[in-house]
């Protein structure tokens, strides 16, 4: 048996006292364990050999809305440490969310007579807290101490009485047994059993009901005063059936204020009994636990890690020179409360003297606020311009260094607890941490340097919450599902494993990033946060944003509501009663932003302008980001419907000609930028598919057209807004070397508009499935649904392994690719290299899809009418063309011995003067050239 421990856990503080000689102790308590304790995080090993010392541990807890280490929940704001005790929260901002899709969504499913319903019930489900290291099994007990607080009133104006959190017994408090990972809460609970009570007077045990399950149990129980005290236990002891088979009873006991002891017994089956122990609550109960006991019979702790630093990623497109010095912003997500975070930054990941040494370069407040939970925008100036050099960068909380992740030691030791930022992974040894990080997991954060050929990996569909991708002698299997459940960091062993031997500079997170309303609709902003983390801060994905430049565009799904676009996504954050809590619109946008940003206030009604522009410091490449649904028109295609014209449900027709796909401003910024931009490639991001080659959701429409107008799939896809999707590849035809990708379809594909000569690809998905079907007649040469001609190099898709339309060999990974990229401007015709990567594959590997695209700028954009002669001017300079009546034509960038190439004039007559301009930062120079 291991060393017993006791917690005795107060206001001031806790101790910890070897308790080996103290058995006249009942034997329910042999070990408390409290909020913010963690007895087994520096046990080396999964089994103790010695008992351990004696200790008294002085650490104060203050109130906070962290729940404090060594506990593991997928609902934080349900917990937090008041007075000095772990406590139950009840309210929370935007805590009144509802399952639900866009309003669309009831229409394409044929819900409720295809209309949205407006009323609903906002009662939340249980939520739990469980303790990282105690999995039981076999004999073990459980003693917890409640004082009940009464019940919160949260009534507001409008509020039905009939809503399950009004009802006595929907409010309980109590200890939840038998789950099977660390995630099973809310309306997830697969496996886990409450021992509770319930404000209505009753006791027992409260299951998940199923078909053919176990039902609940109950016995009759005081109903409780605020300010009582009461201590619920659990017994699970082996018994055998005469069959020499054994089986599991567990009596449950309540005792009273008064001192009476309640209790309720029953048998199950083994499995039943086993798995992790925790904290259960619901309703608007308020309590607070004071102890929370443990006796592990022959059970050992696991070994388990935690990071403090979730992660602090630089923000490659803020990246900027500002009065000579070169700056760029990071955000710093971290586990608890503090006050400062400092980030230092050398160009050696092991400076001289050590980093404690190096000169701080960027410093900021930690905030916790009603939508920033623990968050950091951190501006940094750098020691060196980024195309000098790499650079490498540590993150300090408070004085102490909290760059490291100790649980990729853990999860390389096989001895992960489960799934979500504070454990490692669970899966074993082999899950694909990426590069050449430590087995101790002590890496640095680095900033690759910043010179062509220009490496970017495109990455989407994220979320990740079943099963397990592993080899085997018949090929790659998925296994688990089940007791699986949970948010993985990664799909497949070996993901990434390869990673650095691309040589990629910069991470573009591109459309489906974290999926916020997956697997639920968080109902306050640590659960927002809490799934943002499980998704993009597990060990794989920390280390791959802390080790490169990154790009973050979310979709969607990362809003929390699948779909959001348009007018609508505007409405619903503007007014009530529209069948979703607004403030949980409001509080998604806030978070949203400011993770992409860094902004520090995000106005919670503006519809954000999120396209920018990266250009690389040696302005030869230009990365852009931009935002095709939040600007876009309905995608309702009625039109005066209630004044007559009802009959027509599709006169707004999505190719009407004054549908807007980018909308007024953001595409006059783009034509500018497209115009003017010296880079002589650009790639741009976040047009979730131009070209209309992807069905919709067929199935559940129960139609047999490819592309149904008034389908929420196809109405999804950029290439619905039939005209705005012209007008942007007329635009980005205009020029050479352009590229667009996007993410979101769940498939990867590189294809090309041959009128227009406009390169588009779509990536990922990186942990999700669900790709969308391609429509009749998809081939290497082919026509999307209005038309457009196309030559199509890859198709990566679930079903098909090329543009042909092959199936997938037996046995081949499953298809979870990355969409690998290279533009390298220094050629005098700069190329362009794409090709689909899966997770497991090293570069030497064939690109996945049936082939991959390299090119020359002189391939893309339309036919020429025209070139710009070549010429002299001004070394390593920015030249823009325009006519002589001062109308931007394009730009593009002079040699280092002051060359000007002869360059491709799109919509321009041979033989007129036009105006070449050169700037190189400091000088200018002007002629008037005649073209050829």
Known sequence: MPALINISFGKNGFAMTNKNDMNELDRRKFIQLSSGAMVAASVAGSALTKPVAAQTVTTALPDSLYHGSGWETFNPGFWQVKDGLLRRRIKNYGDRA?????????????????????????????????????????????????????????????????????????????????????????????????????????????????????????????????????????????????????????????????????????????????????????????FSVPSFNVDPGSNQPLRIAEVDCYTCYPLGDTLHEDQGQWKVRFVGLFASDGERVELRVADSPNPKGGWQQVEVAGVADIVNHEWRRNTATIDVTLPAN??????????????????????????????????????????????????????????????????????????????????????????????????????????????????????????????????????????????????????????????????????????????????VKGPEQIVIRLKDGLGQDRDYMRRNFQIVQHLITGDEEVDPLANPKKWRAWKMPNRDFTFVILDSRLWRSSQDTAMWDDEG??????????????????????????????????????????????????????????????????????????????????????????RDGIVSVYGDVHNGCIMKNKEHGVIECSFGPIGRSGGRSVISGFGREMQDYDG??????????????????????????????????????????????????????????????????????????????????EINTLPNADIRVVSTEGEPIRGTRSGADGRLTKTALVGIKQGIDVIVTAYDGQRSQSQVVTTV
């Open 386 to 563: 980024p195309a000098s050099k790499t650079l490498f960068y540590t993150v300090w909380k408070d004085g102490r260094d909290v760059t490291s992740d100790p649980r990729i030691a853990g999860d390389r030791a096989g001895a992960g607890t489960g799934a979500g930022a504070g454990t490692g992974t669970g899966t074993g040894a082999g899950t694909g941490y990426v590069g050449d990080v430590p087995e101790s997991g002590n890496y640095v954060g680095r900033l690759p340097q910043l010179q062509a050929p220009y490496k970017i990996c495109g990455l989407s569909c994220h979320a990740l919450t079943s099963g397990l991708q592993q080899r085997t002698e018949q090929g790659w299997k998925i296994l688990g599902g089940g007791d699986q459940w949970q948010f993985r960091d990664q799909p497949t062993v070996e993901a990434y494993k390869h990673l650095d031997d691309y040589g990629f500079q910069v991470m573009c997170w591109e459309d489906d990033v974290w999926y916020m309303e997956l697997v639920l609709y968080p109902p306050s902003t640590d659960d927002a946060y809490k799934t943002v983390i499980a998704s993009i801060a597990g060990p794989t994905t920390r280390w791959q944003m802390m080790r490169h430049w990154n790009v973050i565009n979310p979709g969607d799904h990362d809003y929390g509501m699948d779909d």
């Open 98 to 286: 509802r399952k639900t899709g866009f309003p669309y969504h009831y229409e394409t499913h044929q819900k409720n007579d295809g209309v949205m319903p407006m009323e609903y019930d906002p009662s939340l489900p249980a939520g739990v807290l469980y303790r990282k290291e105690w999995k039981l099994a076999d004999e073990w007990s459980i003693t917890a101490q409640f004082v009940y607080h009464g019940n919160v009133d949260v009534r507001r104006e409008g509020d039905s009485e009939t809503w399950q959190m009004f009802q006595p017994g929907y409010g309980l408090m109590g200890i939840a047994f038998g789950s099977k990972n660390l995630f099973e809460s809310y309306d997830k609970v697969r496996n886990a059993t409450f021992v509770t009570w319930r404000d209505d007077g009753k006791f027992g045990f409260l299951r998940k009901s199923s078909k053919g399950g176990r039902p609940s149990k109950w016995v009759d129980a005081p109903v409780l005063e605020e300010g009582d005290v009461v201590e619920i236990s659990l017994v699970a002891e082996l018994r055998e059936k005469n069959t020499g088979e054994t089986y599991t009873q567990l009596t449950a006991n309540l005792v009273t204020p008064g001192g009476q002891e309640i209790s309720i017994s029953e048998s199950v089956g083994n499995r039943s009994a086993e798995g992790y122990v925790g904290l259960v609550g619901r309703g608007v109960t308020d």
């Open 788 to 869: 457009r001609p196309l030559e199509v190099t890859a198709l990566y898709h679930k079903t098909h392994a090329d543009p042909d339309l092959n199936k997938h060999d037996s046995g081949a990974p499953f298809y979870w690719n990355f969409l690998e990229m290279a533009f390298d401007p220094r050629q005098v015709d700069p190329t362009i290299d794409l090709r689909v990567r899966n997770l497991v594959d090293p570069p030497s590997e064939q690109p996945r899809g049936g082939g991959f695209l390299r090119t020359a700028a002189s391939g893309t954009g339309r036919t020429p009418s025209s070139y710009l002669p």
């Open 645 to 734: 014209w009802g009959h027509q449900r599709e006169l707004y027709d999505r190719a009407d000609p004054t549908r807007s796909l980018l909308g007024e401003e953001q595409f006059a910024w783009l034509q500018q930028l497209v115009k003017t931009d010296a880079s002589r490639l650009i790639c741009l991001t976040g047009i979730n598919g131009m070209h209309t080659v992807w069905t919709g959701g067929k199935a559940y429409s129960k139609t047999d057209e490819d592309f149904p107008q008034r389908d929420r799939v196809a109405a999804d896809y950029a290439g619905w807004v039939a005209a705005g999707a012209d007008r942007v590849l007329e635009l980005l035809g205009s």
